[in-house]
């Protein structure tokens, strides 16, 4: 068998899906516990705003905090494609990167 | 000016007491005065491991209570001049460690001893932030295992941010990883995380690698530092962690699968 293995090694070992599976659970860990705490509230303000035009659901806004060189970049994203317009409301386009 | 190690981990049973006994005498070897205090309050285990459990009086809560003073609670070690342990108590709770009592004791174990090395509960509850929360440097005990090695990027967060340094805006806790339980045969296979993955994943300073070795709980059930073993092949990877810790350079060992074991990996483990 650790002849067999040693000639015919398999395509990925499992230390090396370990390896991936942490560095993809570690960035993602990492990324949520540097951001500060406002995050929650303002997405949950921004929702309630939004959600006076359009339908919206919770998991249809994304709010992250991102370092571009010397810059934070504060990224909203509201998706609303397919959303009903609310009686009253503005225009349906809404779609903010800022 | 004494420095404050803290040995931690976030995950349990990765080796935290056994390299807190085994870093202290081996800092108590290289000459230095050297106290190691038990912070897993209720779980008291670092005076088993260190063979002082038959003598211990006052513990750690009884000197911040004031019940007894600093030098009724020592425990001095039979082994070395130079090396002392200060137990915990067995009956108390973790939120018995007040931290305002902690720092009264520190300050007067920093009079005393070159270096104080802080063996901290796992978790991160209250006892293991005390633990960690005065340390100026951290070594981070990482088996190559995913749990362990996301519980330590846990833990360098928290050292970044609650420690009292960061607290204070000072200079950040040093923090060095020490790779233990590491078996180089089966990362050879490709069956266990290599010492350059775990390094690139959490990225911080390599303290040193402990390779699996029958001689660690052979050290634990008879009460001595592994240290003191020089054929244990654990025991001088700690003994050359601690050199590097004083800045020495010294070539990692034990990274290579032992030569004896070459027929049985060409042909499989019976």
Redo the contacts between chains.
């Keep these: 068998m650790g002849l067999f293995r040693s000639l015919f090694p398999p395509r990925r070992t499992s230390a090396s899906i370990a390896k991936e599976r942490l560095k993809i659970v570690l960035a993602h860990e990492r990324a949520s516990s540097r951001a500060p705490d406002f995050l929650p509230i303002l997405q949950r303000e921004l929702l309630a705003v939004v959600g006076r035009y359009v339908e919206i659901s919770d998991d249809m806004i994304r709010v992250t905090l991102g370092n571009s060189g010397d810059t934070s970049l504060l990224e909203i994203n509201i998706e609303i494609e397919g959303s009903k317009p609310k009686k009253g409301g503005s225009g349906p386009a809404l779609s903010a990167a800022v | 000016m004494a420095k404050v190690i803290v040995v931690t981990s976030g995950k349990g049973g990765v080796g935290k007491t056994t390299t807190s006994a085994a870093f202290a005498a081996g800092l108590a070897l290289r000459g230095q005065k050297t106290v190691v205090i038990d912070f897993d309050v209720g779980l008291r285990n670092l005076d088993l491991v260190m063979g002082c459990e038959r003598r211990v009086v006052f513990d750690f809560i009884n000197v911040i209570n004031g019940d007894a003073n600093l030098n009724q609670a020592l425990i001095k070690d039979k082994r070395h001049d130079n090396l002392f342990i200060f137990p915990t108590s067995q009956t108390r709770d973790k939120n018995a460690l007040k931290r305002e009592g902690v720092e009264r004791v520190m300050e007067e174990l920093k009079q005393q001893f070159d270096y104080i090395v802080c063996d901290s509960p796992a978790g991160i509850e209250h006892g293991a932030i005390t633990a960690l929360y005065f340390a100026d440097s951290a070594v981070i005990v990482t088996n190559p295992?995913?749990s362990s090695?996301?519980d330590s990027?846990?833990i360098i967060?928290i050292l970044a941010s609650k420690s009292r340094r960061a607290e204070r805006n000072e200079p950040p806790v040093d923090v060095h990883l020490l790779l233990t339980r590491y078996d180089p045969a089966r990362?050879t296979?490709?069956?266990?995380?290599?010492v350059e993955?775990v390094k690139e994943?959490l990225s911080i300073p390599l303290l040193g690698v402990i390779p699996e070795s029958e001689s660690v709980l052979r050290a634990s059930n008879t009460g001595t530092p592994v240290v003191f073993d020089e054929d244990s092949p654990a025991g001088r990877a700690y003994v050359d962690a601690v050199a590097r810790f004083l800045g020495e350079t010294r070539e990692m060992r034990f990274l290579k699968p032992e030569r004896r074991n070459f027929f049985?990996?060409?042909?499989?483990?019976a």
């Design positions: 295992e995913v090695v996301r990027d846990r967060g990362v296979k490709g069956e266990m995380l290599a993955d994943i049985r990996a060409l042909f499989g483990r």
